[in-house]
């Protein structure tokens, strides 16, 4: 990769492992890259400032499908959805990961960008004795709006049945019923037509979660079918909405 000149200043950025987010290792995207590291430099590294060029390389990325790994696909369509509800004015984000979720996002590589990110183990970080504040507690208090994005099988036999066992689920179980929760359900194809499904979604839609629906596409185990998340500029449209009436 060439150097490209900055305010006079040479910009010879190094490449990281390969797969790794943001660099466009096989230069399809690669002006777009430029224009988004170009800007991250020009202001000090706060991504902030460079959120359209930020957006603007995601969608080339995925476009292009260029990621090595399906997991970085998922990590884009995360980062997709946050990137563009932080463009929101007044909006502040706070993002619960699964234990699992992790598997599929690799954090470490999302553009620092001023969002706290909470997994399980932040509970017991958070809570040392009687009196300290209780994270979902807090959390579920905390937001106007919830967004499961995206809801896989098991968390939604979970919400459906009460089960709490992680911070996810248990802001869940401390919701407020008058406050929105948007959920974005993604699963293989034989999941989603398994009856159970339509059962669980009905119970949810029954206490006013309201639902994003899948698409069809190309899953990652590559069966073609229902049951693919539904498009982050779909999500993001649908939630502005809800956040504009709340
Ligand atoms: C490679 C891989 C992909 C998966 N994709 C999905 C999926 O798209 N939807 C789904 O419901 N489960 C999927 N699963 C199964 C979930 O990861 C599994 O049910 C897990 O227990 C979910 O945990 P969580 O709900 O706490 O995040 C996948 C598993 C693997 C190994």
Redesign the pocket.
Known sequence: MSGTHLNKKLLKPVAPDRGSFPLDHENVCKDKMMKYIICLTENNQDNSKCRLEAKDYLSCRMDNTLMAKEECVATIKVLDIINNLNLIENIEIKVVF????F??CNVESFPRINITFYKDEDEWILWKQRGDPVLHIELAKWADLMLIA?L????LA?IAQGVCD?L?TCIVRAWDLNKRLIFCP???TK?WYHPITSEQISKLKSWGYIEIPCISKM???KDVGM?AMAEPEVIVKIVKEYLEKS
């Open positions: 699964t234990k699992f979720a598997h599929f995206p896989d099988a098991n968390t979970k992680n996810l993604a699963m293989n999941m899953l990652m185990c049951g």
